[in-house]
């Protein structure tokens, strides 16, 4: 069973997809940083939306030139206001700290894993490379288990004392890009095809996963 504790604060990194060549060198020609300074989120230790825009995109277009599947998985927390709403924000980050882990220890050192809707967001993008659709369940069936296997102690603002949640719960949506001749597929179409599965899995009762339908 996974736990989270106070260690939140110092989320390891996830690995930056690796692309073939070295990023050390390389910095960004806007603020000068380099690169993958800004591309993480520092609560979680996964991508933030620069380093999703980055990365995201070269890996759709390598599965549409290599001919190969991919999907894409979005996922929201279920009731996850709630939690900021009675226990506090500190406690909420401490709930998003715990699920990114659970998304570390599922996914593969090329998946591309980020952060979705900025600060304050409770959704997460999963791009998974040579991914059919049977896969792209396997996995999405894995990120519901561990996300109910976890007991997160947090602190409770309102009564000066610490609780452990558990129950909590993820709806998932899910996206495939199958190859063929064609256009490039643009990834705010897998994006809008995996955020309404998700819909749907909110609306059939949440902790769940439902397939898009192909455009």
């Known amino acids: ?5 106070s260690a939140w604060e110092r989320a390891p990194l996830i690995p930056l997809p690796n692309r073939g060549h070295d990023h050390e060198h390389e910095r960004c020609g806007s603020c000068g940083q380099p690169i993958g300074y800004w591309a993480v989120d520092r609560l979680t230790g996964l991508l933030d939306r620069w380093g999703w825009d980055t990365y995201a995109p070269q890996t759709l277009r390598h599965a549409h030139e290599q001919r190969q599947p991919l999907a894409l998985l979005l996922m929201d927390l279920d009731r996850f206001k709630e939690i900021n709403d ?3 924000h500190v406690a909420g980050d401490m ?10 220890a599922v996914c593969r050192e ?27 369940m396997s996995v999405a069936l894995r990120v519901l288990d561990g996300v109910r296997a976890l ?15 558990s129950g909590l719960t993820v709806s998932i949506g899910v996206a495939l890009y199958v190859p063929a001749r064609g256009m490039e597929p643009v990834l705010t179409d897998l994006v809008l095809e995996a955020d309404a599965a998700l819909l749907v899995a909110k609306r059939e009762g949440r902790d769940t996963v439902r397939m898009g339908r192909r455009r």
């Open 86 to 88: 009675r226990y506090g």
């Open 95 to 104: 709930v998003l700290h715990a699920v990114a882990e659970v998304l570390r």
């Open 1 to 5: 069973m996974t736990t989270a504790s």
């Open 151 to 165: 007991q997160v102690n947090v602190p409770d603002v309102d009564k000066g004392t610490r609780t452990t949640l």
């Open 110 to 136: 090329n998946d591309v894993v980020g952060r979705y809707g900025g600060h304050g967001g409770d959704e997460f993008l999963v791009l998974l490379p040579m991914t059919n659709r049977d896969r792209a």
